[in-house]
C-alpha cells in the first residue's frame, strides 16, 4: 500500500531554515517523479517543488531560490531545503508521486499526515 511519512517540520523565526524529509513506501520510487505540496489554513494545497525521477527539479515561482528538493532512491526519499522562511510559508506540508501532465498528485488518496511548518515574525 502507498504510504507517505512527512518530518522535519517546526517552529522557526522568518528568515531561519528546516529540511523536511519524506519517506515513501508502497510503488517503485525511482521510476516516478516526486512533489512537495502545502497547504495553509482556509487555503487549498498548492504545489511547491517537484523532482523527476532523473532528477530534474521545478519550482513555484514563490520558493524559487529559496527551497531546493532533492531525493535519494536507494532511501526511498524525498527531501525538501527550505530557506530564508517567510510568515507565507506557514503550512503543512506533504509529499506524493507527481504527475506532470496534469500537474498534480499520483496518489491523492493517500497522503500522509503531513509536517507542519510554523514562521515566527
Known amino acids: 500500500q502507498v504510504h507517505f511519512v512527512e518530518s522535519g517540520g517546526g517552529l522557526v523565526q522568518a528568515g531561519g531554515s528546516l529540511r523536511l524529509s519524506c519517506a515513501a513506501s508502497?510503488?517503485?520510487?525511482?521510476?516516478?517523479?516526486m512533489g512537495w505540496y502545502r497547504q495553509a489554513p482556509g487555503k487549498q494545497r498548492e504545489m511547491v517543488a517537484t523532482?523527476?525521477?532523473?532528477?530534474?527539479?521545478k519550482y513555484a515561482d514563490f520558493v524559487k531560490g529559496r527551497f531546493t528538493i532533492s531525493r535519494d532512491n536507494a532511501k526511498n526519499t524525498v527531501y525538501l531545503q527550505m530557506n530564508s522562511l517567510k510568515s507565507e510559508d506557514a503550512a503543512v506540508y506533504y509529499c506524493n508521486a507527481h504527475n506532470y501532465l496534469y500537474s498534480g498528485a499520483v496518489f491523492p488518496g493517500y497522503w500522509g499526515q503531513g509536517t507542519q511548518v510554523t514562521v515566527s515574525s
Open positions: 523532482i523527476s525521477s532523473g532528477g530534474s527539479t
Open positions: 508502497g510503488f517503485i520510487f525511482g521510476n516516478l517523479a
